[in-house]
């Protein structure tokens, strides 16, 4: 499967980015691997936010400094990804955006976890990518099906807005 399926529009991360940190005081760690460097510098392009707020660490960390960091964590917020599943591992909240692969299969564990979300608005309810297989896609739009608002209507269910937190995306 091509991953940048699973990937949520940029600008809506860069929306997202500004809300959290207007909104709720936090600080915010970007990561991902090497390829990922491109995108965060271009999220990081236009974001009006306070110097110091962002930290971007995409492609500086290994896997275990990425699990020290995320440990350190109030939430993460991001697609369904490895590092996802090692913010579920380290035991913070986590909010899962969820495309072409469905949160009962591939989401956060436990998957009972009231800490854990996974958003998925797929048009069809049935996944692309199931079993390990990616059928063949006719609608392609179940990552712009999920917006900002449903993002933060997730933030709100898991993080107290009255206090200072990091979040990891």
Request: glycine share 8%.
């Amino acid at each position: 499967m091509d991953l940048t399926a699973k990937r949520w529009p940029l600008e809506r991360y860069r929306a997202l980015v500004q809300k959290l940190i207007w909104d709720l005081g936090a600080r915010v760690l970007l990561i991902g691997g090497p390829g990922d460097a491109p995108l965060t510098q271009q999220l990081l392009k236009g974001l009006e936010v306070p110097m110091g707020s962002v930290l971007d660490l995409a492609g500086k960390t290994s896997i275990g400094e990425l699990a020290a960091q995320l440990e350190a964590c109030s939430l993460y917020i991001g697609n369904d990804s490895s590092p996802m599943h090692l913010a579920a591992a380290v035991d913070i909240p986590v909010i899962g955006i969820f495309g072409p692969t469905s949160p009962e299969e591939y989401g956060p564990y436990p998957t009972n976890d009231p800490r854990h979300i996974g958003l998925w608005k797929h048009p069809t309810r049935q996944p692309c990518f199931f079993l390990g297989k990616m059928r063949e896609c006719q609608n392609c739009t179940c990552m712009q099906a999920i917006t900002v608002e449903d993002v933060w209507e997730a933030v709100q269910r898991l993080v107290p807005s009255s206090s200072d937190h990091e979040v990891r995306q």
